[in-house]
């Protein structure tokens, strides 16, 4: 997979509680990717990017909510969530040591 691609599959970590118990209990990491991502190519672009096995790979959508600003209707914007299984033994640390 070309390096550009992956920069362009996986958006950010998606750092929420949800996403923490869910890392904590079934070994997952949560990405938001782009909505034109595959699970194949965001099963690459981790295993790429991090240097872990990746067992399997679960999308979502989110759509955007309809809120108010000012009066005015206006809408958030949607995303897409990939929900990613680590192999037993891998996991991904973002910090890398920033607590030190």
């Known amino acids: 997979m070309n390096k550009e691609r992956i920069y362009q599959v996986l958006r950010s970590p998606h750092v929420s509680e949800k996403a923490s118990v869910v890392g904590d209990a079934a070994n ?34 989110n759509k955007p909510k309809q ?21 037993d033994g891998d996991e991904i640390d973002f910090l890398d040591g920033a607590a030190q």
């Not at 809120?67 to 192999?87: D, E, I, M, N, W």
């Open 67 to 87: 809120k108010r600003f000012r009066g005015q209707p206006g809408a958030r914007s949607g995303f897409k969530k990939a929900y990613v299984t680590l192999a």
């Open 28 to 61: 997952q990491v949560i990405f938001k990717v782009a909505g034109d991502a595959s699970k194949h190519e965001i099963a690459e672009a981790v295993a790429a990017l991090f240097d872990v096995k990746v067992e399997s790979v679960t999308t979502l959508n």
